[in-house]
């Protein structure tokens, strides 16, 4: 070989080498930047763990799966965190790696995987003794293995999208560098990034979803059940004789005033004769303003003769508009239809996103519609007044308290209140429960030895044993496993009472809390509240009947005929549904 081959040899194969270390190199990287962190996956194992701890309500596999992903990932973030603290702050001879022996990282890999499979069967256990406890089937525990699907699919997804911001933070910070100081650019890019993350989330996921949903909303509650035939009769809005179009009533308004039992109804099940209910309702079409249709409202409950009837009954309704058939029926059924029940609509979002975007509108609406019906039945002479009485569910409630400054004022305004599901934020019910007497729960209070205000769970609650029960009364429907009422941002870092009091009877002794977790547990239960079994959750059917036989006390009413109004309404409420 001559000595220019050879040294072509010797190039090429310097060269070659070259090639293989830097490819070596840029593999490497590669490889790491890809590697999770073993620290943010143990921390991020033991938040999936916790995940599949009891809640409130039973649980689809999917609904789960999403919880354990957003649980994990905040933990692995938290893993991740510290173990970059430890990096900077910790001396190099006290870092894991230097004085653990080697077996370390395979034995808590071990140990992390023993703990996920314990968990997994431990939490399957559990979901099977919720729905058991609320009286339903209970899935396979199989189902679980789409939880792990779910929660893999979620948190890998997460991950990547995380390092894809870390990616462009770096390469921002890259750019920004031929300029100005490292560090610096590095602030800047990081600065960069998180805005630009904030306002996308804000700007166009956000804001775009509202307005999806308000437009949804706002159509679906235009054109639903319009094409149905209007109501007839004069004692319901809506009809030829009414101050309120039959198109501007909205879905939920269409619904209440065509709804409810008819006058056969009535008679069959009290055997006398009975008078047609009226039902009242403003839209939120209806009137240019919340105080123009309350004025509307009242105009309505004149024309159709409301303040002769024996009850007259102020509903502040649900976001969009609802008022619960099964409890409005209720009233109508025990008295016979001599009752008038109006509503009016301040909203045709759902109550979640009415509560986050409309808080202020709830409350106007139901202040106006009681303050404009206090003052009109106030001018007729005490002994011709019809009986007053309040009523509110869920957000409903919220709005329906906002009326009154405080309990006293309630009893001195009204013949009775009857509030479902109140929310943590409701001001009446948080000064009660508040200064409930020592040794009564949060879950059931005992407020001033029960004598005006009662809690209810299922029918008995309302007896208390050796309790005098004046009038008026005011009577609150609420679940030990409602998520609306118990949702707080307080449940992030503190133990909330109804969970360090004995639990509810439809919640397992094994639900404990937990810093952040508990509250995303509760926070996923609102989307499950509505669809709960009967009597659990959000819905009041089991007690809604004995709840307006104590507060409005109809005559000659039995608690016999409680009994047989709910089995009732049990069966119509499956045609309503």
């Given at each position: ?356 975007t409309e808080r202020e509108r709830v409350q106007q609406a139901g202040q106006a519609l009681f303050e404009r019906v206090y003052a009109r039945w106030s001018q007729l002479p005490e002994d011709e007044r019809p009986r007053l009485l309040v009523f509110g569910e869920s957000l409903g409630s919220l709005g329906s308290e906002s009326a009154f400054d405080s309990m006293d004022e309630v009893l001195a305004k009204t013949d009775g209140a ?160």
């Open positions: 070989m001559t000595e220019v081959a050879r040294a072509r040899v010797v190039s090429g194969t310097a060269a070659a080498r070259r090639a293989w270390h830097t490819t070596t190199i840029a593999t490497r990287r590669a490889v790491a930047r890809t590697q999770v962190s073993l620290p943010g996956l143990f921390v991020g194992a033991l938040f999936l763990c916790i995940s599949v701890t009891p809640s409130l309500l039973p649980r689809t596999w999917l609904v789960q799966g999403f919880i354990s992903a957003f649980s994990t990932i905040v933990g692995y973030a938290t893993g991740v965190t510290l173990a970059w603290a430890g990096r900077r702050l910790l001396p190099a001879r006290l870092r894991p790696g230097r004085w653990l022996p080697s077996w370390w990282r395979p034995a808590i890999t071990l140990a992390t995987l023993v703990l996920l499979a314990s968990f997994m069967y431990q939490g399957s256990r559990w979901q099977r003794e919720l729905y058991l406890l609320m009286g339903v089937n209970a899935p396979r525990r199989g189902s679980f293995v789409g939880v792990m699907t779910v929660t893999l699919v979620v948190v890998v997804a997460l991950i990547a999208l995380g390092r894809g911001l870390r990616w462009l933070s770096r390469s921002i910070s890259r750019f920004l560098r031929r300029w100005i100081p490292a560090v610096a650019a590095k602030a800047t890019a990081g600065t960069l990034v998180v805005l630009l993350s904030v306002g996308l989330i804000d700007g166009i996921v956000l804001d775009g979803f509202l307005a999806v949903a308000s437009s949804t909303s706002a159509q679906l509650n235009d054109t639903a059940g319009i094409a149905n035939p209007p109501p007839t009769s004069y004692t319901r809005s809506g009809s030829p004789a009414s101050f309120v179009s039959w198109e501007s009533l909205g879905m939920q308004g269409r619904e209440f005033v065509t709804g409810g039992p008819t006058v056969e109804e009535l008679e069959r099940f009290n055997g006398r004769e009975a008078k047609e209910p009226i039902r009242a309702y403003v839209g939120l079409r209806s009137a240019p303003s919340i105080a123009e249709g309350a004025d509307l409202a009242v105009r309505e409950l004149e024309r159709t003769g409301a303040f002769s009837r024996a009850v007259l009954c102020v509903i502040t309704t649900t976001g969009t508009g609802w008022v619960d058939p099964y409890l409005a029926a209720a009233l109508e059924y025990m008295f016979n239809g001599d009752t008038a029940l109006v509503g009016t609509q301040y909203s045709y979002l759902p109550s979640w996103l009415s509560f986050l009857l509030w479902a599901g109140p929310t943590n934020d409701n001001p009446l019910w948080a000064e009660v429960v508040a200064h409930r007497d020592p040794g009564s729960s949060e879950v059931l209070p005992i407020y001033d030895d029960g004598k005006h205000v009662r809690f209810a769970a299922y029918p008995h609650d309302l007896t208390l044993p050796g309790a005098e029960w004046g009038q008026p009364r005011v009577v609150y429907l609420q679940n030990a496993s409602d998520p609306v009422t118990w949702w707080s941002p307080s449940l992030v870092l503190r133990r909330p009472d109804w969970l360090e009091e004995p639990q509810g009877r439809d919640v397992l002794p094994a639900m404990r809390w937990f810093p952040f977790v508990t509250f995303f547990q509760v926070t996923a239960d609102l989307v499950l509240a509505q669809d709960a079994p009967k009597g659990h959750g959000h819905e009041f059917n089991r007690t809604a009947v004995a709840g307006w036989a104590a507060v409005a006390q109809p005559p000659d009413w039995s608690e016999a005929r409680t009994v047989e109004l709910t089995a009732l309404l049990d069966e119509l409420s499956v045609e309503w549904e």
